[in-house]
């Protein structure tokens, strides 16, 4: 490092610099290469007459054997920059500003009489004040490394006997923070006598010697934790096993309800099926049950057609039939009737008279018959006419059968008694 600031620092253009170029061919100067650890005496010994040093970024130079700027300093500090040094006049050493680590392991008893072991590490460091380094400078020139480390650990290890001696076991393992602060407060004063500071303290162990005191103090607190963590693992069980529950009812709920909805499905495809299959069928059965109700209204109208023809042709000419024969018997009867009255006046001319007479009579009471008899004219105007001229023809008959009768009787019966039809008549 010193080589490469002096070839920045003097180069051939320097005004110097020549000459320190002559000077360094004659007699070549030596520095310090070593970190840690102050040069020797004989690199020393070795250096030119004239030379420039330059420190480490983490180095003091320290020049004695000059004047200090400082008050009441043995010797000149000099700190981030180079400086010429005379010759034979002047000597150079250089202090380590690195950061150190202590480690102290020691044996400690508490208030209670309880021996614990506590490891510890230190992080220190010479101050960067021209006092702490004179300090530092003053004690660890030589061995600088090892004397720190040493010195440092036999401070920090009274006071941590001290004040470990000052608490209970419960105190030391609940406020370790605590503990090292205290420590570090105690022993501030004495590594600033010496010219350190201390970065940080940390407890990184204690243990009670296999004493089993710790374990018991602990023993509580794990059996509590442990109970608590029993809890919790039995809660979460239950949980869990709730939670598998409700999802095993849900996933039955769901598997119910799929199968619902696949058998609704299914009994409605099954619907539309059969009834897709049974549509032709249907279908046919509605034409047939149609064609059968227009057969049976055809039947119906044509076993009317054969009532009505029925009674055109056989109930009709009966009731005429017997109609016809109700007025040839009344007429025969009022033909008795007149000739019985004939007969007892003994006066043929009469009956014929009154015969004559009452064949108007009859005919009208044929006629009267007729008009109030259901009967059926097929032919129109020239039935009524046939009718007719059958009535008027039944009436010429009627009364030249009662003249046939009648006229035996008028001849062979006597004046108190004549027959009709064979039937005596006895006159009034």
Request: proline share 3%.
């Amino acid at each position: 490092m010193a080589s490469r600031s002096m070839r920045q620092d003097l180069s051939p253009t320097h005004p110097i610099g020549h000459l320190v170029a002559k000077q360094a061919t004659l007699c070549p100067l030596r520095f310090r290469t070593a970190r840690h650890g102050a040069l020797d005496s004989a690199d020393h010994e070795e250096k030119p007459m004239l030379g420039y040093y330059v420190p480490e970024p983490d180095e003091a130079m320290l020049i004695s054997g000059a004047k200090s700027d400082a008050d009441n300093a043995p010797f000149v500090v000099v700190v981030g920059h180079g400086k010429w040094v005379m010759p034979f006049f002047r000597k150079v050493r250089f202090l380590s500003m690195a950061l150190h680590e202590a480690t102290i392991r020691e044996v400690c008893v508490t208030t209670q009489g309880i021996q614990l072991n506590v490891r510890a590490v230190i992080a220190h460091k010479v101050g960067n004040d021209v006092a702490s380094i004179v300090n530092a400078g003053q004690r660890f020139i030589s061995e600088q490394e090892s004397e720190m480390n040493q010195l440092t650990g036999q401070v920090f290890s009274g006071h941590l006997r001290s004040i470990v001696g000052s608490m209970t076991v419960e105190q030391i393992i609940r406020e370790r923070d605590t503990l090292a602060r205290q420590v570090l407060d105690a022993s501030k004063r004495e590594m600033g006598s010496i010219g350190l500071v201390v970065d940080s303290f940390q407890i990184q162990s204690i243990d009670d010697m296999d004493s089993g005191y710790i374990n018991a103090l602990a023993a509580p607190n794990i059996a509590k934790v442990q109970r608590e963590a029993a809890v919790e693992r039995a809660r979460a069980d239950q949980e869990s096993a709730k939670a598998q529950q409700e999802s095993l009812r849900n996933q039955a709920d769901y598997e119910r309800e799929t199968a619902i909805k696949r058998a609704a499905i299914k009994a409605e495809t099954d619907k539309a099926n059969a009834e897709a299959a049974q549509a032709g069928p249907l279908a046919q059965a509605r034409v047939n049950q149609e064609v059968i109700r227009e057969q049976s209204v055809l039947a119906q109208a044509q076993a009317e057609l054969r009532e009505q023809e029925l009674i055109s042709e056989v109930v009709k000419p009966a009731e005429a039939e017997a109609l016809r024969r109700q007025i040839i018997a009344e007429a025969e009867a009022k033909a008795v009737e007149i000739q019985s009255a004939a007969a007892a006046q003994h006066n043929r001319i009469a009956l014929d008279q009154q015969l004559i007479e009452a064949l108007p009579t009859l005919v009208g009471e044929v006629a009267k018959g007729l008009s109030t008899a259901n009967l059926t004219v097929y032919n129109g105007a020239e039935g009524v006419n046939e009718i007719m001229t059958g009535v008027i023809t039944q009436g010429a008959a009627l009364l030249r059968s009662l003249q046939d009768q009648v006229a035996p009787t008028m001849v062979d019966g006597s004046a108190d008694e004549h027959h009709v039809n064979g039937t005596p008549v006895r006159e009034n």
